[in-house]
């Protein structure tokens, strides 16, 4: 037990004294995917375009860059493939997002800033949600990480969200705004499709601030789903 608390707290350090860079990727597609034969033409051919749209968002790479008490999430910059569909690599993008998620462990709070509808917005929620999330006694290893499941039920969609989070890099942050967590987020299942992997930790000497983001109208997310609905209905 008292080699564990002395590892442990080599661990707190070293983190508070670094800025750590992870790194993301698109792992897996499910085996909802996969065509049926009853299925009519149309939605096979939505599915091929998800199917495309999905090994395109393979490509991407995501980055969590954090340091002792604030974090950033967002997608690295990559050069667009001329012989890659407009449609279909707007459908890609959209599966994570192109916005910026930031989370500040003091001020317990979970920032996202997107644009939509031409419209800029800053949408605020708390990093640790009390009783949303369920710790499982389920755990596996993730590359030599072990993990340990979470999940949370939807309320309004009956879909359960799952992420795996590791005690070996004890910090509370995650990518797309996932955070709270006793450890480090290191996989993310969405809408029973996706599966957002850690496929990289860089350590960087030294600490560097991270800019807060302020672009926006600051909004809490049912604020923001009542702003889009009211908008929508405005426009279509």
């Not at 890609?92 to 997107?114: D, M, R």
């Not at 496929?199 to 601030?209: D, E, H, I, Y």
Request: aromatic share 12%.
């Amino acid at each position: 037990m008292r080699t564990f608390l002395i590892f442990y707290f080599i661990i707190q350090f070293s983190f508070s004294q670094t800025n750590t860079i992870c790194l993301y990727q698109v792992a897996e597609i499910q085996d909802s995917l996969k065509e049926k034969r009853d299925e009519t033409t149309t939605s096979k051919d939505s599915k091929k375009i998800l199917k495309q749209a999905l090994e395109i968002s393979k490509k991407f790479t995501y980055s969590l860059r954090f340091n002792e008490n604030e974090s950033i999430f967002l997608k690295e910059k990559k050069m667009n493939n001329d012989k890659e569909n407009t449609y279909v690599l707007g459908i890609a993008n959209s599966f994570i997002g192109t916005g910026v998620y930031y989370q500040n462990k003091k001020e317990n709070i979970s920032l996202l800033e997107k644009q939509t509808f031409g419209k800029d917005f800053l949408i605020k929620s708390k990093l640790k949600k009390e009783n949303e999330w369920r710790i499982t006694n389920e755990q596996k290893k993730i590359g030599k990480l072990l993990c340990f499941k979470a999940i949370r039920i939807c309320k309004s969609c009956s879909v359960a969200e799952e992420v795996w989070f590791t005690p070996d890099i004890p910090v509370p942050f995650g990518p797309m705004g996932y955070g709270g967590f006793p450890g480090l987020v290191v996989e993310v299942k969405n809408n029973n499709i996706l599966i957002l992997r850690l496929t990289k930790v860089n350590f960087l000497k030294g600490q560097s601030n991270i800019e807060k983001p302020t672009k926006g109208e600051i909004l809490s997310k049912k604020q923001y789903d009542d702003k889009i609905m009211e908008i929508r209905a405005k426009n279509f």
